[in-house]
């Protein structure tokens, strides 16, 4: 199995992994290094296994035959495009997503094209996109340009020659009605199977593939539900009576074809599985964990079954639907067998036999396997990070406290191997967003770097975090240069009052919001740390109404007043850039020149206030870089950086 894979490795990048030393300090390469491999599936009759590699910092789709492990075929794109998403429509065709590098690594921009080959190379096609095929006076009807986003609704893998998508039609209206077509798989053309009944719904197919269930909400919390006949037809609203359901998600029908699984919050809670039957309307509850929504709900792309539930509000757990199906059985004898892993099972063949599983931890970038559920036989494929050793990483264990105003906050704390808990040298770690992201137990490269350094690391799910339920998430509205900061400012005095850290001797840094968290906790703290790194931040919050992607859009308009507010005088007083004299940590900060959501205004703002104020800072500009560091020698670049600068203000 390695062996193929060397070769495979040889042939698209020329170049092998490198492995290293059993040394308590690994080198910054180790971390700075993208993983080598993702989204492993299967091809429905199990012919053919598919995984994105980078061999050279782009997604190539790489195509091996399952018998013996030879590859078929390698898509790649030219210049600045790489492999998005995708999705085996048959048992010898995939549909690809194609996207642009430019900023943030887990966002690069995607234009709605969509392009399709044969497992052996043949047959490539450009099927949906803005550059389709123009009509010449033919009667037939070819690609024609579609000028939107496009995603696979449903592969429809019992249909050798059509798929659905979904489009976001691009618009005067930045929220549009979405519609849904059929697509062929080998010419591109389509046609029009509906169009949403309000703006920005989603859709769910049955297991014949008939757009049946719509979605949408007005204000992003209530949401409309609307159903139509399997024969097409005229949607219709689906009244529910007094039952009020937020943040309703779609996931998959039963296998009667008569309910719908959906994940909905009641009263601005914590979401919870319901089963919704189409006739009665009645709502039943499958599965809720206490405090915390749903992580994911796991449904097989080729039969649509709904199978598990996974949660974390401290380590992830499962719930089953059906504890006794094939999957069920499967997945919980896994999770037995790799022990301190998570297992998911993330590709199956259309028989069920074949399976593809990640098995990771806080200390296991992932492993990924092959399961054959007859012969109940686990076979290694490879590792996402092979040169990194789980014994030598740290690990990352849940915490939990009480606010200074009676809310529970979780977080999780990372610490250093080889070490006492007492008196540990601290780096605090926020995360971005705030409102919609929140802090996994899992592995993470940024704080392993650190605690192989010696450091623990802290990260913290404040108010404001997504996944707590909406209550929770507004709590976090205008509360940006205080109550936020004050969830995070008492994990560290919690770590404090346990002996675990130092308090003479930590430091706080972060990305995005995370960044504007280092320096505004700073600023409210001015003798808890004694260094502060901003990381593509925003540190002017006036400034977000004028520049960056969010401000140029309607509905980030909407957001910005909505999370941040209107009033000038507590914009200023919740920015940084105006409060450079309550801060005493020196700042480091680190920017791309090519930041589209904190643009470079950010930290112009940032810069010019400290430079005015005569407080030391340093300024790392990484100009074609964009919200973050894609590449791997710019993440290298941005690790010596960050490691010296708390070098020389930590003991270590």
């Known amino acids: 199995m390695k062996k193929w894979l060397l070769v495979l490795i040889f042939f698209i990048a020329q170049f092998s992994a490198s492995s290293y030393a059993s040394t308590k300090s690994l080198s910054i390469e180790s971390f700075s290094k993208s993983s080598?491999?993702?989204?492993?599936?299967?091809?429905?009759?199990?012919?053919?296994?598919?995984?994105?590699?980078?061999?050279?910092?782009?997604?190539?789709?790489v195509i091996l035959d399952t018998n013996g492990f030879k590859m078929s075929h390698a898509v790649r794109f030219p210049?600045?495009?790489?492999?998005?998403?995708?999705?085996?429509?048959?048992?010898?065709?995939?549909?690809?997503?194609?996207?642009y590098l430019k900023g943030w690594q887990d966002h690069p921009q995607y234009h709605g094209e969509l392009f399709?080959?044969?497992?052996?190379?043949?047959?490539?096609?450009?099927?949906?996109?803005?550059?389709?095929?123009?009509?010449?006076?033919?009667?037939?009807?070819?690609?024609?340009?579609?000028?939107?986003?496009?995603?696979?609704?449903?592969?429809?893998?019992?249909?050798?020659?059509?798929?659905?998508?979904?489009?976001?039609?691009?618009?005067?209206?930045?929220?549009?009605?979405?519609?849904?077509?059929?697509?062929?798989?080998?010419?591109g053309k389509r046609r029009k199977v509906t169009r949403s009944p309000s703006r920005m719904a989603q859709f769910l197919t049955d297991h014949k593939g008939n757009v049946r269930i719509a979605v949408s909400t007005d204000d992003y919390i209530s949401s409309t539900i609307y159903t139509r006949g399997k024969s097409g037809g005229?949607?219709?609203?689906?009244?529910?009576?007094?039952?009020?359901?937020?943040?309703?998600?779609?996931?998959?029908?039963?296998?009667?074809?008569?309910?719908?699984?959906?994940?909905?919050?009641?009263?601005?809670?914590?979401?919870?599985?319901?089963?919704?039957?189409?006739?009665?309307?009645?709502?039943?509850l499958i599965h809720k964990e206490e405090g915390v929504s749903p992580k994911k709900i796991w449904v097989d792309e080729t039969s649509k079954?709904?199978?598990?539930?996974?949660?974390?509000?401290?380590?992830?757990?499962?719930?089953?639907v059906d504890s006794e199906s094939k999957k069920s059985v499967h997945l919980k004898s896994l999770l037995a067998a790799l022990e301190g892993n998570q297992v998911q099972l993330?590709?199956?063949?259309?028989?069920?036999?074949?399976?593809?599983?990640?098995?990771?931890?806080?200390?296991?970038?992932?492993?990924?396997?092959?399961?054959?559920?007859?012969?109940?036989?686990?076979?290694?494929?490879?590792?996402?990070?092979?040169?990194?050793?789980?014994?030598?990483?740290?690990?990352?264990?849940?915490?939990?406290?009480?606010?200074?105003?009676?809310?529970?906050?979780?977080?999780?704390?990372?610490?250093?191997?080889?070490?006492?808990?007492?008196n540990l040298p601290l780096v605090v770690m926020p995360h971005g967003g705030p409102h919609g992201p929140r802090d996994w137990w899992g592995f993470d490269?940024?704080?392993?770097?650190?605690?192989?350094?010696?450091?623990?690391?802290?990260?913290?799910n404040f108010r404001g975090s997504g996944g707590f339920g909406r209550n929770f998430e507004h709590a976090g509205h205008r509360k940006w240069g205080a109550e936020i900061q004050y969830d995070i400012i008492d994990g560290v005095k919690h770590l404090i009052e346990q002996g675990t850290v130092d308090k003479n001797n930590m430091c706080i840094m972060g990305a995005s919001f995370g960044g504007y968290s280092a320096l505004q906790s700073a600023i409210i703290e001015p003798d808890m740390f004694k260094c502060a790194i901003g990381v593509v931040g925003v540190y002017d919050l006036p400034l977000m109404f004028d520049e960056g992607d969010v401000a140029e859009r309607e509905s980030g308009q909407r957001y910005l007043k909505n999370v941040l507010g209107t009033d000038e005088a507590q914009l200023k007083a919740f920015s940084p850039s105006y409060n450079i004299d309550k801060l005493k940590a020196p700042v480091l900060i680190v920017h791309g020149g090519e930041d589209e959501r904190a643009p470079i205004e950010q930290a112009e703002s940032l810069v010019a206030a400290l430079k005015k104020a005569n407080h030391p800072y340093v300024y790392e500009l990484l100009e074609d870089e964009g919200h973050g560091f894609y590449k791997p020698e710019h993440r290298t670049r941005y690790y010596k950086q960050v490691l010296a600068f708390l070098d020389q203000h930590l003991t270590l």
């Open 445 to 460: 490269p940024d704080a392993q770097l650190l605690a192989n350094r010696g450091m623990a690391v802290l990260k913290v």
């Open 116 to 187: 399709a080959v044969n497992a052996d190379g043949s047959r490539g096609k450009y099927l949906v996109g803005y550059q389709g095929e123009m009509q010449t006076g033919s009667r037939l009807k070819k690609a024609t340009p579609l000028y939107g986003t496009s995603f696979v609704l449903d592969p429809l893998t019992h249909d050798n020659r059509r798929m659905l998508i979904v489009t976001y039609p691009w618009s005067s209206n930045t929220e549009p009605h979405t519609v849904v077509y059929e697509v062929d798989l080998f010419s």
């Open 79 to 99: 210049g600045n495009a790489q492999i998005g998403d995708y999705h085996w429509v048959s048992n010898e065709r995939v549909v690809l997503e194609k996207q």
């Open 346 to 422: 993330v590709s199956s063949t259309e028989d069920g036999n074949t399976n593809i599983i990640i098995a990771s931890s806080d200390r296991n970038p992932g492993d990924y396997y092959m399961f054959n559920a007859q012969a109940n036989k686990l076979r290694y494929l490879f590792s996402a990070r092979s040169w990194l050793k789980p014994e030598l990483m740290a690990e990352t264990r849940p915490i939990s406290y009480t606010s200074r105003d009676g809310l529970t906050i979780h977080g999780y704390l990372t610490l250093p191997n080889n070490t006492t808990e007492k």
């Open 36 to 61: 080598e491999y993702s989204q492993v599936k299967l091809s429905p009759d199990g012919s053919y296994i598919s995984v994105i590699s980078k061999p050279e910092g782009k997604s190539v789709l």
């Open 234 to 284: 005229e949607w219709q609203e689906l009244d529910l009576g007094s039952l009020v359901y937020g943040d309703v998600q779609l996931h998959a029908f039963d296998s009667t074809g008569s309910s719908i699984y959906v994940t909905a919050s009641v009263s601005g809670e914590a979401a919870g599985l319901y089963k919704l039957n189409l006739k009665t309307k009645a709502m039943e």
């Open 305 to 320: 079954e709904l199978f598990a539930i996974e949660s974390e509000l401290n380590y992830p757990t499962y719930a089953f």
